[in-house]
């Protein structure tokens, strides 16, 4: 297990004395290196000037098996937080899940989901000890009054309009606003809530719950409160030309982290990686994002005639060595399969093992395909309409 664990896995646990000595610069580089947009930089770098142990906030609404985005690259983002000296707290956002409709809305199922989600990060080596799980359901219940006042003093801000929301209903996933229940409406005033709930510093999501996250920092301005710092990772692509995020709903398009050794060459193999194209190029993407994060390098293996094994660890290299034909998709390929393959080997050892994680993986499994089938004859009978 350890010969797979992240780059910055085997990092101090919050306070410690490594993630003290390091400087200012450090501590807003490693921060800074998780985000494809910072608002605000100066900001960032003031916070870190004052506190030493900042609280920085991820979540996630449990809604079935775990892909390689969810997995793997907030298991580096955690860990990056942690080493800088964060106190890192993770939102298992069950009740968001339910009021989104996710598993058909069972609470219980969702929590399944939930805890098999935990076990993931806890194999692929998560620091454990500098981050802090907590379920929506239970920390509203702790407080409710105060929950409650605060969604609907956000609710009731003067920019805080019915567009508004609507346009912040995107973060569920929802394009269409005719579909949307009375209570998906909570879902955006609830997850700003958060941010306040949980006094956090930092918010640290997707570029997909941007809009969101800026509406707490509009809100926090109004409301004379801390603006939160947010930091936007990057979204990855599904494995097919064109899209643009990876989907659960087509398995083909994505890496799930339980996906056995034959599984991701397959997929891999088949993935859309355009001779000499760095644009748009999903296999491109995920040695970027995943693979020289967690290695700090990458290991091409190739016939002399096709210029030989060569290793490398700085993406720029790659970037340029694909764009002119030196580094071809035949050769790029097997080298990325291997390299997921190797990240992933310590999640299947997990829940082949311990008899807790495997009992949980088969029952998301069967909600997955459950709730896969009930899409599939959705959209059978949509088009048959």
Known sequence: MAEAAPAGSEVPATGD?????????????????????CVEEDELLNLLQTNPN?????????????????????????????????KV???????????????GG????????????????????????????LWSSEEISKRPNEYLSLVMDIAMTRSVSVNRILRCCQIMGRSN???????QFLYPLMQCADVFFLK???????????????????????AGKSKPIILSHHMLPGLKEGQGKMSKSDPSSAIFMEDDEDQINSKIKKAFCPLNDIEGNPCLEYLKYIVLP??????????????GNKIYRDMDEVLCDYGCGA????????????????????????????????????????NDCSMLSCLLSKNSRSSCV
């Open 294 to 307: 967690w290695f700090e390098s990458f290991e091409v293996a190739r016939k002399e005639a096709n210029g």
């Open 17 to 37: 004395a490594s993630a003290a000595a390091l400087s200012l610069e450090e501590r807003f580089s490693i921060l800074r290196s998780i985000a494809e947009e």
């Open 106 to 133: 069972d609470l219980d199922a969702i929590r399944t989901v939930g805890s098999y989600m935990v076990e993931v990060w806890k194999a692929l080596g998560v620091n454990m000890d500098s981050v802090e799980f």
């Open 200 to 222: 956090v510093d930092i918010c640290q999501l997707g570029m997909d719950q941007r809009k969101v996250n800026m509406l707490a920092r509009e809100y926090a301005q109004l």
């Open 327 to 366: 580094l071809h998709p035949a050769d790029l390929k097997p080298a990325l399969a291997k390299a997921i393959n190797k990240i992933l080997q310590p999640v299947r050892d997990h829940f082949n093992s311990n008899s807790e994680a495997k009992a949980l993986l088969e029952t998301v499994k069967v």
């Open 177 to 183: 606003p005719d579909s949307l229940t009375a209570a």
């Open 54 to 86: 900042p609280v920085c906030y991820d979540g996630f609404e449990p809604s079935g098996r775990m892909h390689i985005a969810q997995g793997v690259v907030k298991a580096i983002n955690i860990n990056k937080m942690a080493s800088a000296g964060c």
């Open 89 to 103: 707290k993770v939102l298992i956002a069950d009740r968001f899940a339910m009021l989104n409709k996710k598993l």
